[in-house]
T-cell receptor
Framework: EPEVTQTPSHQVTQMGQEVILRCVPI?????FYWYRQILGQKVEFLVS????????KSEIFDDQFSVERPDGSNFTLKIRSTKLEDSAMYFC????????????FGPGTRLTVT | AQKVTQAQTEISVVEKEDVTLDCVYE???????LFWYKQPPSGELVFLIR??????QNEISGRYSWNFQKSTSSFNFTITASQVVDSAVYFC???????????FGAGTTVTVRA
């Protein structure tokens, strides 16, 4: 069964460093997302991506964040200069679109900023 | 804007008991989709069920069933004959038509004791 994959599973970085989180969505899906979950809290939407551009972003997704689909399979989230409060689980998700609204999530990347 | 409320923060049951999770939502849209996701201790988000706003028929799928009441904006989820493996955080979520962005509730932690 196709699944969304994410790498790395855990990333530790120092404050101010840049990180890139990687995702491979399900191959025939058209819409891609990043969500964030701070430990013990709810899952929050960051950004949606369709047709090679951002379709929507939340207030959390400020200038420090960027997304890219550099090739036909990968979907990346870059945090330019990490802050302590960026420590969270980051989930990538994808959906087929059209009348299919189910989003399938990757296993997540736990980002720890020290 | 959409809002999803899960008033129960934690539920603890003994194996084989039924568990019902409450979800109340707010939206101005007439067409929307409701979901339940499961987050086991391993951390991934697993899609369980989806319900369309224009279909109020309640269904059963194995040990899962759901009760969608548009008049009260509620979308409750029941696990019948709970098992220890059902121990997880359960999230209710909503997406409006042509948006594809999931709005999550705060989650309910279910603990099933042997």
């Amino acid at each position: 069964e196709p699944e969304v994959t994410q790498t790395p599973s855990h990333q530790v970085t120092q404050m101010g460093q840049e990180v890139i989180l990687r995702c491979v969505p399900i191959s025939n899906h058209l819409y891609f997302y990043w969500y964030r979950q701070i430990l013990g809290q709810k899952v929050e939407f960051l950004v949606s991506f369709y047709n090679n551009e951002i379709s929507e972003k939340s207030e959390i997704f400020d200038d420090q964040f960027s997304v890219e689909r550099p090739d036909g399979s990968n979907f990346t989230l870059k945090i330019r200069s990490t802050k302590l409060e960026d420590s969270a689980m980051y989930f990538c998700a994808s959906t087929l679109g059209g009348t299919s609204y189910e989003q399938y999530f990757g296993p997540g990347t736990r980002l720890t900023v020290t | 804007a959409q809002k999803v409320t899960q008033a129960q923060t934690e539920i603890s049951v003994v194996e084989k008991e039924d568990v019902t999770l409450d979800c109340v939502y707010e939206t101005r849209d007439t067409t929307y989709y409701l979901f339940w996701y499961k987050q086991p201790p391993s951390g991934e988000l697993v899609f369980l069920i989806r319900r369309n706003s224009f279909d109020e028929q309640n269904e059963i799928s194995g040990r899962y069933s759901w009760n969608f009441q548009k008049s009260t904006s509620s979308f409750n989820f029941t696990i019948t004959a709970s098992q220890v493996v059902d121990s997880a955080v359960y999230f209710c979520a909503l997406v409006k038509r042509e948006d594809y962005k999931l709005s999550f509730g705060a989650g309910t932690t279910v603990t099933v004791r042997a």
